[in-house]
Each structure stands twice: as C-alpha cells, then as structure tokens.
C-alpha cells in the first residue's frame, strides 16, 4: 500500500515539475487526478490510512483556494488534453 500510494504522489510530481510543455494550467487536473486516486486508496486501504490523509490533507492546505480558482479552471479547460473531463463541478462545465 505504501508503494501504491507512494507512486501516485510521485507521478503528480514528476507531471508538475516538466520542464517542457507544462503549463500552469495542468495544475488542476493533475491535483485533481492525484485526489481522486487518494480517495479511491483511501476506501480500500486498512492499514495505511495516516499515509494517506496526510498528503490529501497537505493538497487540501496547499492548494484548496487554488481549486476554486475560475482562471486556472478556464486554464485547464481551454487545454485540448484536458477540456471537462478532470472535473464534475456543473459551474466548471457551464462556463
């Protein structure tokens, strides 16, 4: 479990530290993938529960406002790689 969740953080990073085509509107989706596949450990894990929250609650902390940013969303949305299909937030697809 340790390795699993491990390498989730640590292909989040690897995304967001690029050096070449990475831009700041990959930020969303990629914090927003990283939650979901914490979340998903989350409920199947037993044993490493403190190992997880630990990094959604830093991501939370770190990045929450972030998350309710209209101009990173419209960011990530106008990306082709990306469009809606990072978020459900109904006021994300609207706009």
């Known amino acids: 479990e340790y ?4 390498k989730s953080l640590l292909k989040a ?3 967001l530290q690029s050096e070449s085509s990475i831009y700041l509107a ?3 989706p ?3 993938q990283l939650q979901f596949q914490l979340n998903r450990l989350e409920t199947s894990s037993q044993t ?18 972030m998350m ?3 101009e990173l969303a ?5 990306l082709p790689k990306f469009k809606t299909s990072w978020t459900d937030k109904p006021d994300v697809i609207e706009a």
């Open 68 to 70: 309710e940013d209209p």
């Open 3 to 6: 390795c699993i969740t491990m």
């Open 26 to 28: 990959w930020l969303l």
């Open 13 to 15: 990073s690897n995304i």
């Open 48 to 65: 490493s529960l403190p190992l997880i929250r630990a990094p959604q609650n830093g991501l939370q902390k770190r990045f929450g406002q």
């Open 30 to 32: 990629v914090i927003h």
């Open 74 to 78: 419209a960011g990530a949305v106008l």
